[in-house]
């Protein structure tokens, strides 16, 4: 007691009762934290008993969640014409559990974004998704923008941008979210998508590079290179390019690439160690459309190692993740045989990608994450695959 006489906490007499000088408020998805008005600061425990509490429950008939100029939550009372920054449930709040799980215990094959997310608020954070109108791209961007997030959906089909836009205004209508066009099989379109980013002049907080393709057959992209390649990993290493002074501006900043586990089944060097360019960018007759993928994703991988040692000085750190053992998502629309497996694997797929987890996880950044934990890479040149990638940007663009 003479602990908490001291702080300035035995002055009431119920146990949740706060002190003086602290207040209690929500936050958009139903978790309570605590605003100490005389230190400026806030926190998830209650200063007292140090729970942490959670909503129960949805807001009484005829009131309604809004957030105003400066990001934070009030309720209307439309029955009454009256708003208050009050929650009306937290009369009804419940504790949380007190245990601490570990990141396997939390996060599972049934784990949604939406839980990962759970409890944060991403207010005046700017997000940008590649390949975001479908799948985990689409849920990615969903669950940002309704934890008030300014998500920018970057697609390469407008009408299907648009028409993932409005399924997220449906569900809440003041998210901050937009579509623009990026088409990662055109390097023209990149440099065009990162210029209309740069004229908005806003921070860049996390670029997630998750769109891709897979078991397409062989075709070259307007720029000359292979597709799986171009549009799995170099459209997505020129976008970095192209926006890293913003991410260093926007500092702390996160990129996220969304790689596979299949990186390990494939080789980009020759026979004598070296790195062979012709695997990554191969002809019709050297085509393999699942090594075509898996090489991809190794790139992502290097890429990201590579990204993070540059420039996690400058408050840039990046991580590649594999999302899951068959994930439910739509890189099996190329193939009548990969969608019957898709179709029958989906009752035992996970519905989510764990990125989001990896995006607030500060002890793992750099590296590899695999559920949620970090995995080793295979050791490879990331000096030559950089400025091999370099050398292949300037062929096209010269």
Not at 56 to 81: R, S
Not at 234 to 251: E, M, N, T
Request: glycine content about 8%.
């Amino acid at each position: 007691m003479a602990a908490l006489r001291y702080a300035g906490l035995d002055d009431t007499d119920s146990e949740d009762e706060l002190p003086p000088g602290w207040e209690q408020r929500t936050t958009k998805d139903g978790w309570v934290y605590y605003a100490n008005h005389s230190e400026e600061k806030t926190q998830w425990e209650h200063p007292k008993t140090g729970k942490r509490k959670r909503i129960a429950g949805d807001l009484p008939y005829g009131w309604e969640q809004e957030t105003d100029e400066n990001g934070q939550v009030f309720f209307v009372d439309h029955i009454n014409k009256r708003t208050t920054y009050l929650d009306p449930r937290l009369a009804f709040t419940v504790d949380d559990n007190p245990t601490k799980p570990t990141s396997r215990q939390r996060y599972d094959g049934s784990t949604t974004a939406m839980e990962i997310l759970q409890g944060r608020d991403f207010t005046g954070k700017v997000v940008v998704v590649t390949g975001a109108n479908a799948g985990i791209g689409f849920e990615t961007a969903k669950s940002f923008a309704l934890h008030g997030a300014h998500v920018i959906l970057a697609c390469r089909s407008m009408t299907r941008a648009n028409e993932a836009v409005s399924r997220i205004l449906g569900e809440w209508h003041k998210a901050k979210v937009e579509a623009m066009t990026l088409d990662l099989a055109v390097l023209r379109s990149v440099q065009h998508f990162a210029q209309a980013f740069k004229a908005k002049n806003v921070s860049l907080h996390m670029l997630i590079c998750n769109a891709g393709v897979f078991a397409l057959p062989w075709s070259l992209t307007k720029d000359g290179l292979e597709t799986t390649f171009q549009v799995n990993h170099l459209g997505h290493f020129y976008l970095v390019q192209l926006l890293q002074d913003v991410l260093c501006r926007s500092a702390p900043a996160r990129v996220v690439v969304v790689s596979s586990e299949s990186h390990r089944f494939t080789d980009i060097n020759d026979s004598s160690g070296k790195l062979d360019l012709s695997r990554l960018s191969p002809s019709k007759n050297d085509y393999w459309a699942m090594l075509a993928y898996n090489r991809s994703k190794l790139c992502n991988i290097l890429f990201s190692n590579q990204l993070h040692r540059r420039l996690s000085p400058r408050g840039v750190t990046s991580n590649a993740v594999h999302p899951g053992n068959l994930l439910y998502s739509s890189l099996h629309r190329n193939w009548w045989v990969y969608t019957l497996l898709f179709t029958l694997g989906r009752p035992f797929t996970k519905s989510m990608v764990l990125c989001l987890g990896s995006v607030h996880r500060r002890h793992t950044d750099g590296g590899v994450l695999l559920r949620g934990r970090a995995r080793e890479v295979r050791p490879l040149g990331h000096d030559v695959l950089q400025s091999g990638h370099a050398a292949l940007i300037c062929i096209v663009f010269n």
